[in-house]
């Protein structure tokens, strides 16, 4: 079984612009998640997708940060315009609803 | 709102002792916990995943133990090897809200 894909696996920025990442989950798992992980920190969940309708973005910056997942398959998270402190790991996980949560490998980005 | 904590934030033991990973969260009111690993670099590989009716799950040299009640999980590796040397998370869904909250992890270096 494939897993959770993620691309690019590292972005470098400056601040003020824009990035985009990509999460394709796991086949047929109807619930995806984008955390942000900053360095030394667990986890903080961004937005939860069912299907492609939004479930939590409750923690999600807003004014800066977008997602979503057309065809409830394939996810983009964007930013625009990044700045210093959006410099994390951003991480995709997929799960059949209230079950296991499966982790792509993770996008690094560095903002300077 | 749920708080999850994890003591200690390291740990350093040697090759073949048995350890506990502790990790309490504040809201009972969980639905499932999930333990995972992750190496540096890496995304989360899921350990186990305790659903809130169940006291505990194994699989191989780990066993996860869950008291709802008062708001505890311990995970125990048991003849610990250079190869569990990574952080270790925990994470609870919450049962109303459905989402996920992990707590910042136990960085373990296991030494040969």
């Known amino acids: 079984e494939a897993g959770v894909a993620q691309s690019p696996r590292y972005k470098i920025i400056e601040k003020r612009q824009s990035v985009a990442f990509w999460c394709n989950p796991i086949?047929?798992?109807?619930?995806l998640y984008w955390y942000q992980q900053i360095l030394g920190q667990g986890p903080k969940l961004l937005i939860q997708f069912q299907n492609n309708g939004v479930v939590d973005d409750s923690q999600l910056p807003k004014d800066r940060f977008s997602a979503e997942r057309l065809k409830g398959v394939d996810s983009t998270l964007k930013i625009q315009p990044a700045k210093l402190e959006d410099s994390a790991v951003y991480l995709c996980?997929?799960?059949?609803?209230?079950?296991?949560?499966?982790f792509g490998p993770g996008t690094r980005l560095t903002v300077t | 709102k749920q708080e999850v904590t994890q003591i200690p934030a390291a740990l350093s033991v040697p090759e073949g002792e048995n350890l506990v990973l502790n990790c309490s969260f504040t809201d009972s009111a969980i639905y499932n916990l999930q333990w995972f690993r992750q190496d540096p670099g890496k995304g989360l590989t899921s350990l186990l995943l305790?659903?809130?009716?169940?006291r505990e799950q194994t699989s191989g040299r780990l066993n996860a133990s869950l008291d709802k009640s008062s708001g505890r999980s311990t995970l125990y590796i048991a003849a610990s090897q250079p190869g569990d040397s990574a952080t270790y998370l925990c994470?609870?869904?919450?049962?109303?809200?459905?989402?996920?909250?992990f707590g910042t992890g136990t960085s373990l270096t296991v030494i040969p």
């Open positions: 086949s047929g798992h109807a619930t």
């Open positions: 994470a609870v869904r919450h049962g109303t809200g459905n989402q996920f909250y």
């Open positions: 305790i659903q809130s009716s169940q």
């Open positions: 996980a997929s799960s059949l609803p209230h079950y296991e949560q499966y």
